[in-house]
């Protein structure tokens, strides 16, 4: 058995039945447990446009900063590539369980902030930490202060899987992501130059910190997600006279065993439900826990207001972008006989950032550029957002001492997986997501009540604007 094998046997396993139970009937649970708060979306998307009430209250970014620093990192290659591997791997289906994954993940979103801003911690500089290892710490600690060790198990494992899973979803499948659309929208540059200019400017950007971090997704998520969200409108808007039958066509696979594209593509609900969630939760990342590490940095005068504005990143990521490229995608194989042939051959040919160039290529003159500039900004925010995920677990691991050499690590994996790394590289990402939303989840149901008590509080007997006197406490540093 080679190591594609095993690591294939590993991914069904970690993404098999249980952890889809896990990710739903979390969401599901989660949804009624808040009061179906996603019905306050048009408040909260409302209050991430027009800023935030906290940038009085504690913290060291705006909250719309830590939104956008979350967008970035959610809002990469799984919103594209991932849309297509899904669809090529477990049918059409896939796409309509992506977009359920996304419209109930919006409470699970919710709940895993909600947790990570209110037991989050200062460091001795005044940083503030936060995540689902401190959640574990401080929400379950004893009377007399200790940490139960099933607490300080949870905290550890939710790090460490963490470490590993940014390495690979951060750094090398967004890296590797970059340097194909390039190469074959420019077969002349050559794959080094490319893993170069990737190694320097991320290194520029995320040794400079959190508050570097989200000045830059400030500026670049926006303009980046509207240019991405037309492209797509127009390829719809070419693709019309199918678009019903695109639709159609990922309502039945969602619920048959109906195969697609001549049986080449579609093996059935559980599939469908498997790659549908498993690229949801890399799209969103919604129970992943990442999110809510850097929205423990953000100014917000109490956990809700925070909450509220950090789950509109799961609508806008999966909800909107994901939906909007299932559509093009599927579209465009429908009107395409040439795809579906070389799909029938060989299905790899047009996975990822090649058949999502096929879509691109019907928009003349300036839909490669497009979708190039698209991607590369995506993949690139999105590794600049994980570099901060993965830099505060390593720190809660090892201590302070433990940032330069993950960043060296984090920019060298980036340079390899820029070189050409496979489909191994998407296996371990998905490995990895899986194990770290395990103790992460578990953390967001074990607190459910209270939260739904104090959201009841904040949220619906409208009390947004009122400060949270809790002491955030000073950690020992390593």
């Not at 600690?141 to 139960?148: F, V």
Request: hydrophobic residues 55%; proline residues 3%.
């Amino acid at each position: 058995m080679d190591i594609m094998e095993i690591l294939n046997s590993i991914d069904s396993f970690v993404w098999g039945p249980a952890m889809i139970v896990l990710l739903l009937g979390s969401h599901l649970f989660l949804t009624v447990r808040t009061g179906f708060i996603q019905r306050k979306l048009p408040m909260a998307i409302r209050m991430s446009f027009k800023g935030s009430k906290g940038e009085d209250g504690k913290g060291d970014i705006s909250n719309f900063g830590a939104l956008a620093t979350a967008l970035a990192a959610t809002i990469g290659t799984g919103s594209i590539v991932g849309v297509a591997t899904a669809i090529l791997a477990g049918g059409p289906g896939a796409v309509f369980w992506m977009w359920i994954t996304g419209i109930f993940g919006i409470a699970t979103k919710y709940v895993e902030v909600y947790a990570s801003v209110r037991y989050r911690v200062r460091d001795h500089a005044g940083n503030m930490l936060g995540g689902a290892m401190y959640v574990w710490e401080r929400a379950f600690k004893r009377e007399d202060g200790s940490i139960p060790g099933w607490a300080k198990l949870g905290a550890v494992a939710f790090a460490g899987f963490a470490v590993i899973a940014t390495i690979g979803t951060g750094s090398a499948v967004q890296a590797s992501a970059i340097t194909g659309i390039v190469t074959s929208s420019f077969p002349a540059i050559p794959k080094v130059a490319v893993a170069l200019v990737i190694a320097i400017m991320v290194s520029i950007v995320i040794f400079g910190g959190v508050k570097t971090i989200s000045n830059v997704c400030e500026k670049l998520v926006p303009i980046m997600a509207v240019a991405y969200a037309g492209g797509c409108v127009v390829i719809l808007v070419l693709n019309a006279s199918v678009l019903g039958e695109a639709l159609a066509l990922i309502l039945e696979c969602a619920f048959t065993a109906k195969a697609a594209f001549g049986g080449a593509v579609g093996s059935g609900i559980m599939v469908a439900l498997q790659f549908g969630c498993a690229r949801g939760l890399f799209s969103n990342e919604s129970g992943l826990g990442s999110a809510p590490i850097v929205a423990a940095a953000a100014k917000t005068k109490n956990p809700a207001e925070q909450a509220v504005i950090a789950m509109t990143g799961t609508f806008w990521s999966t909800v909107v972008i994901c939906l909007l490229t299932g559509l093009v995608l599927v579209s465009t194989m429908i009107l395409n006989p040439d795809i579906q042939a070389e799909i029938l051959v060989n299905p790899t040919v047009y996975t990822g950032s090649a058949l999502a160039s096929a879509a691109f290529a019907q928009i003349p003159f300036v839909g490669t550029p497009i979708l190039v500039v698209g991607m590369v900004s995506f993949a690139y925010s999105t590794i600049i957002g994980w570099s901060y995920y993965g830099n505060r677990c390593a720190t809660y691991l090892f201590g302070k001492k433990a940032i330069a050499p993950y960043h060296v690590v984090y920019v060298a994996v980036g340079f390899l997986g820029a070189m050409g790394v496979g489909d191994a590289v998407w296996l371990i990402s998905d490995i990895g997501n899986a194990l770290m939303a395990i103790p992460n989840i578990i953390a967001c149901l074990l607190l459910s009540g209270l939260i739904a008590r104090e959201t009841k509080h904040y949220v619906y007997d409208d009390n947004l604007d009122e400060e949270f006197t809790e002491e955030i406490p000073i950690i020992e540093s390593k």
